[in-house]
Structures are given as structure tokens and as C-alpha cells.
């Protein structure tokens, strides 16, 4: 037996007995991973599997007679079994599944580390096993076994629901580090493990946040990692994290103002901050939390078809006497397909305007198209400009865009829902200059600042517009008070969640100057990987400002966009993506969404990206 104390420490030199055959100090460290079916847990032993350090590998070939050492012929791989281990001050107490059916009470604040085998491997690099000693009371991140007597470690996950939570609150930005960016657990042991919990019979709480947390950890791609290059979605710092629980605790709604009027003029307060860095007036524009981008762009191409035609409301688009056409780049976001088939206007509604060489909308070619669609006798009725493009981060010429837009008598939309991150640097602003002259604007905030999704934000220009087209009388709540703006009223939501708070927290946390540094940090690492890029022999592809770098090199296989990504994917180093244009290009992306990534993760990148095991690009 290995017999670990309260602090970890080996309380007798049995470790060094069972370890000692190698006449070496050895420092063993067993890795966490997840591929065993929960419902095994409680009746089977979970099994760990570590890598040797040099010089044990030989040990394995010649298995001692001993129980301890015996081969295990079912991995495919040699393997040393090295036996069980428990806490000094359990040792006369019956093993825990045994005595509670597979749930361990508290043994006076000294915990039991069940029974599982230790496997140590010969450095063979097969499947990783899994340990989830959740139903022993805690869960295991590793264990240090040292024939010298030094320390060992031991992380204890508490029973307690609100201890555990508090814990990964507290440990897991760090932690976060030291995992995969992509998940461990395989398909078929993720659905096994949710399968294996039988919604009809009530469960200990505790317990089942202990594997939720485990399930999150082992079976997802960490967005919240510094080496995650992927999409929009961003590492979070602890206010944003806090706001949601203090939401889900006190659980306002925010339909209408005097049924929260506490969270309702946070929600407003930190609206009218983010309108003034938006360059529209408070007191003439309204704003509104939305559940993303989509609901936004949702709501301002129905405002644009209500502002082109008054009776949409009331007749909806049959007493139309043309059809309604909506104008975007081919780099916009796909959201507008769906805006298109939602609003009624139909896909043959949409324009896809083409781009220029810079993945910008070809405001000349909007232009034409918008003549010809007249003279059809179509109405164009709304035209999109996109500050940060998905793919590649352009920025469309939002400035042109306004002129043509005024001069046309178009409602102008800007979906910002990621370049609106640029708001907030005094240094990138002047690349969405403009913006301020839209009818509209989606602006993500779990895009643009280090907070958990979803907050979304919708901006508009014509509030009397936006009263008219979402009022509703109803029969069974209050009236709205005097000077004060039911939510409800003025967007697609009914029942609203407390949204705001975690803007609200962040910003008031760091103040405008450090979110500023944070957006700046982002931007000067995306430039860096582009020089990092070249350096390397890639090509950077795209021109823009914004934290995002698309990149190739010359004779780069067809299928190389897409194979890249996935083997680094499967490596757990990094994740990046890749950008398909409508040219039919194909690029490999990486955007800079984490406010901690720094030199030392983007040169892991672009190292991963040369490693001799890549194979030919060519």
C-alpha cells in the first residue's frame, strides 16, 4: 500500500518498497485522462496509466511473480501493475463502494483515494485511460509517487457542490494552461458517461457536479485557453464569471423596469457607456441586451423593412408592391440567410455583393446592383456593412457605404458583433470610423471583451421607430412607470435574463484605459504571429487590423487548409481553423481571442505549425 497523509506527504516507505526495483529514483506522475465508462466506477476498479521515466521501460519485460507486477496483455502495450492505493487513516475502514454502494461520506475532513490500480507504461503511446474517483469524494489530477520520500501531491475536489465550484473558479484560469485545447474524452465514452445517468432517480448533488466538472475538462475544446486561435470566443476574467452566478442566484427578470429596477438600470447604465463609445447619443438612440449576434441582425433588418414600409407591421409583405431586397458582402456573416427566410423577404431577397482584393465589399458593385434591382422595380430596403468579417477580419469602407446609403434612402446596418472590439482602443477606432453614422449596429460583447457568451447588443438610431414596432398591450402586466423603459417593449424578448451584469462588472472592474490595453495586447499578437508566420516561410493573406491572421505558403496541398487544423487538434497543442472565400481559396486562421495569450503561446503555434512531423506541404 501507498498510504498518503492529510498534506500528501508518503507517511512510510512502502512507495519506495513497490518502486525500488529500478535501484533509480524514479518521479512517476499519473495523467489524467477520461475513457472509462462512469457506470464502471462503481463497480469496477478505475485504472491510471503514467509514462515511466527511462530505465523503468526494461522492468516490464520481465514480470515479477509478485501480484503487484504483472503484465496487462489487454492494452497492446506493456504495462506494469503496481497496487492499490488508500489514506493511513482509512486503512481499517471498508473500502467505500463497499460500504455505501458506491458513495464515500466525508471521513472527518481525511479522504480515501478509493482503490484503483495504478498502471505504469512503457512509454508505448496508446489511449489514455481514465480516472474519476468522484464517487470516493474527490476527483484526482495526479499523484506523485517518490521512492526518496518527497513530497507527493494529491488535489482533493470536495463533496461539497458550492466547494467545488468555488475551487475551479479559483484554480481553473491556471489550470487551463497545463490541459489539452481539444478534448480528451473520446465520442463513445462521452455519450456512455451522460447515458449512464438515469434522469428518473435523484442523485447527490455533490457528486454529480464532480463529474459534470470532470466532463467539462475532459470533453471539450477549451475556448478559455491562451493557445485556443480559433473562432470569436474569448478567455474570461473572474467578474464575468461571478455576474452570472449572482444572476442565476437572484434570478431578475428583466422584461419590465419595475420588476427589476435595480438590474434594469445597470443594464442601461452600462448601454449608455458603450452608445457614447459607439458615437450615438443616449438620449436619442435606445440599446438593448440581446441573446447574440443573430437576435441584433434580426432586429435591425426588421426595423429597415418597418422603416421602408410602414404597413409591414400590420399587413406583413403581401400588400408590398415590390419585393424587399437586402444587401451584403460575400464575406458577411451566414446569420442573414436566416434573417432573410425569417423576415419573409426569402433568399432570392438577399444580395451577395462581391469583395474586393482586400475581402471588402465592392461599394461600386453595390452601387450597380442596387440600380438594376430598381429599375426591376425591386426595393432595396437595407444594405449591411461588416466591421470584421468572420473569415478574414476586413472591414468593409463603412464611410462609402453611408454615403451611398443617405444618398439612396437605404437603411444602413453595421454588424459588428466582433469589430466592435475596435470601439474600445482609441488606437483601432479610426478603422471603423463611420460606424457612428449607421441606422443600426450589432455589437457582441462576449466577442469583444474577456466575459462568458452570451451578450449580445443591439443599437439604434430611431427609438420611436423601435417602440412602435415591438409595442404590445397586454392584459396581464403593470403598466410601464413614467420615464422608465420596459425591455420588453423594445425587442424580440419577453422574459430577459440579467445580461448585463457581467459587462457591467468587467468594465467597472478595469476601467476603459486597461480594457483598452487588453484589445491592444490582442492586436499586437496577432501582428506578431503574422511576422512569426514569415519568418517560418508562410504567406500572411489577409489586411486587417483586428487580432486575426489567415495564412499560406506557396504550394500548400488542396487539402492541407483542412488536414493541418485537425492533426494539431488531435495533438491538443493548439486550435486553429480554416477560412474558405468565396473565390474558392482556402486559408488556415488563427484569431487572437484570449487577453493572456502571449509571445510564448504564439511561437508554440507557429513551432507546431514547422514540426518535422507535419509532413510535406507541398
Partial sequence: MVHLGPD???????????????????????????DVEHAQHLGQRPQVRVEPPEGLAGMLDQPDGNERFQPDAQRGARH?????????????RPHPLEATGGREADPGGEFLVGEPSIILQSGQNDEVDSVNWHHCAFETKSIRLCPNQERCTLRVMARDPLKILTERILEWPAAVREARVTPVLSTDALDRRIAAHDLSQPHDLGTLVAEVVDLLEQGGLH??????????VPGVRR?????????????????????????????RHTLAHLSRRLGFSPSDATAMFTTGGSEANLTGVLLALASAFPDYPRDGLVGLAGRPVLYVSDQA?????????????????????????????????????IARDRAAGQVPFCVVGTAGTTATGAIDPLPALAD????????????????????????????VAGIERADSVTWDAHKTMPIPMGAGMFFCRARRLVESFFSVHTGYVPDALAGREDFYQGSLQWSRRFIGLKVFLTLAELGSEAVAALVDHQAAMAHLLGERLVEAGWRVTNDTPLPLVCFTRDHLRPDATADLPRRLAAEGVAWISE?????????LRACITHHETGPSDVDALVSSLRSPDRGSFG
Fill in 333 to 369: 456573416h451566414d446569420s442573414f440567410v436566416k434573417v432573410a427566410r425569417v423576415t419573409g423577404i426569402g433568399e432570392r431577397g438577399l444580395r451577395r455583393v462581391p469583395s474586393d482584393a482586400r475581402q471588402r465589399l465592392d461599394v461600386d458593385d453595390l452601387r450597380q446592383q
Fill in 80 to 92: 506494469l501493475r503496481v497496487g492499490p492505493l488508500e489514506h493511513a487513516a482509512a486503512r481499517e
Fill in 239 to 267: 467578474a464575468g464569471v461571478i455576474a452570472d452566478a449572482l444572476a442565476a442566484l437572484y434570478n431578475p427578470q428583466l422584461g419590465a423596469w419595475w420588476h427589476a429596477p435595480a438590474a434594469s438600470e445597470i443594464e
Fill in 579 to 587: 477560412a474558405r472565400l468565396p473565390s474558392g481559396e482556402r486559408w
Fill in 404 to 431: 451611398l446609403c443617405r444618398a439612396e434612402g437605404i437603411w444602413f446596418h453595421v454588424d459588428a458583433a466582433w469589430g466592435g472590439l475596435a470601439l474600445l482602443s482609441e488606437r483601432l477606432r479610426p478603422h
Fill in 223 to 232: 475556448a478559455t485557453h491562451p493557445r485556443y486561435f480559433g473562432l470569436f
Fill in 8 to 34: 500528501g506527504e508518503a507517511l512510510d516507505n512502502q512507495a519506495a518498497e513497490v518502486m525500488d526495483v529500478t535501484h533509480r529514483d524514479v518521479d512517476l506522475e499519473i495523467v489524467h485522462a477520461a
